[in-house]
Each structure stands twice: as C-alpha cells, then as structure tokens.
C-alpha cells in the first residue's frame, strides 16, 4: 500500500515544482520591465537616448532626473486634474452602478429583462463608434474643457458595473428586501442601509477597476480637454513626450512614467483585500 503511495506523492511534488517554477518565471517576466524602469529613472546619463545595452542597476544613482521632471513638467497640476477626475468617476460611476443594479435585481417592474438587455447592447459597440456622438452631446451642453465633460461619458456608456453589482444582487437574499418592505422602509432606504453596505467587496473592485480605466485613459480626454491646464497625466506626458520636436531626455521620461504609475500602485495596494473579499463573496448563495 505504501509503495504506491510513494509514486503518487512524488508525482504530486513534481507536478508543484513545475507549476511554481512557471509561476516563478511569470512573475520575473511581469516585474523585470517595471524594476528597470524605476532603476532607469534614477540614473543620470548625459545623452539623451537610453543606456545601451541596458542595465538593471544605475551606474550613476540620482534623483536628476526627478528633479527635471518636477522643474519641467507640470506633473502634480496633471496628477491634481486626474485625482479629481477620477474620484468624480468614482463617485457617480458606483452610486449609477448600485443603484440600476439594485433595482434590475430586486425590483418587479414590466420589461426589466429588456432593459438590461438594452444595458448589455451597449457594451457591443466599441467606444470609438459612439465617440463623435457623444462629443457632439458634451459640446453641445457646453461641457468641452471640463471635468464633468470626462466623465459623464464612461458614466453613460458603462454597462459592465451594473452587470457586476445585478449578478452580485442576484446571489443576496431576497429575504433582506422583503424584511424592508415588511418594516416599512422605502425602495431607497432598503438600497442604502440595507444593500448597499453588503456591496463594499465588490464596490471596492469596481473602484479598482474604474481607477486604473480613468488613469490611464488617453483618447476621450485628448478630444475634450483643449486647454493644457486641464491635461491629465497621461495627456500631459504625450504633450511634453511631443512639444520638443522629439528631443526629449529619456530619463526625465522615465521618471515621469514611475511618477505617474506611483499612485496606482498604492490604491491597488490598500484595495487589493477587497478584491479578494469581492471574489470570495461572488460565492455567496441564498
């Protein structure tokens, strides 16, 4: 009996050993671009391409490089402008996204399949098909060099986060929303005290997801956003990787790049718990 065991188990150690190595070697090949390129940024060269071939380690360490870039580049202007326009993405983008899915899940209305297949439509049309009506609609109101001008769009288009919160409804209790009724809460106040303080693990996903989306949005802030006092950071750095005729000193660049991802990293970090919780939860049966 213990002689099969034996083979059996070293086939199981062998099989882990395979699979951490491969996760091992993902990992490297994940993290290796972006460790080059905060070690990058903070070594000084004089020529104003990249070292090559390139090192992992700085030959000259220094902050030079970050110190050009703050004199420079305007990045915190670009750095305030994306924060406030993402914490107002944020915002109008959960309370549409708990509210519509709150309501598609629990309510009894006529036609709400319908609607929600409506809502599912539109995740079919690419953004860029839809972008000259919408710009027209943002111009239109006069919303053009404005911050509510980038967001109300992804707040409009984005059907992806109502599916989320609605499948994540689906699996509560209906017994909660008729506990409510039966005390005499209004549709509104079961939503705020009742489900919506049961949505925080997949509400923090979600604001994961439309930060990192928001972040790193280049094209409908480059249409919108005329004025450069308005730029976001990744609008900014295509403005100064472009306003010198292509004579732009690599290492500034990269110290750009490792400032503007720098926050990202940090929200990721105090939300990821969420994300787990989020996964752990999207278990939860009624």
């Not at 539109?122 to 009506?133: D, Q, S, T």
């Not at 923090?204 to 249409?223: E, F, S």
Request: aromatic fraction near 12%.
């Amino acid at each position: 009996m213990s002689n099969k065991i034996k083979p059996e188990r070293a086939k199981f150690q062998g099989f882990h050993i395979i699979y951490y190595l491969i996760l091992t070697i993902s990992a490297v090949a994940i993290i290796l671009p972006f460790f080059w390129l905060v070690m990058t940024s903070f070594d000084k060269f004089n020529t104003y391409s990249l070292p090559f071939p390139p090192r992992l380690l700085p030959e000259n360490p220094s902050v030079f490089n970050y110190d050009m870039a703050l004199k420079n580049v305007p990045i915190i202007s670009y750095l305030v402008n994306t924060f406030i326009i993402v914490i107002l993405s944020v915002v109008l983008n959960i309370f549409v996204a708990t509210l519509s899915g709150f309501c598609i899940s629990k309510g009894k209305f006529p036609g709400r399949n319908l609607i929600l297949l409506f809502i599912l439509s539109n995740m079919m049309v690419p953004f860029e098909i839809k972008l000259m009506p919408i710009y027209n609609i943002i111009k239109g109101v006069g919303l053009s060099n404005n911050y509510l001008g980038v967001v109300l769009p992804g707040v409009m288009t984005n059907a992806m986060f109502i599916f989320f919160i609605k499948q994540f409804c689906d699996g509560l209790p209906s017994d909660l929303y008729e506990a409510g009724v039966i005390d005499g809460a209004s549709k509104i106040r079961i939503y705020a005290q009742i489900f919506l303080p049961l949505m925080g693990p997949v509400v923090a996903t979600l604001v994961v997801l439309d930060v990192v989306n928001v972040w790193n949005d280049l094209l409908w802030p480059m249409i919108v956003l005329t004025d450069a006092n308005l730029s976001t950071i990744q609008l900014g750095l295509v403005r100064y990787n472009t306003g010198a005729n292509g004579q732009v000193h690599a290492g500034i660049q990269t110290a750009l790049s490792v400032l503007s991802v720098l926050p990202l990293g940090i929200i990721f970090c105090f939300m990821q718990k969420y994300i787990v919780q989020s996964i752990a939860a999207s278990g939860l049966k009624q």
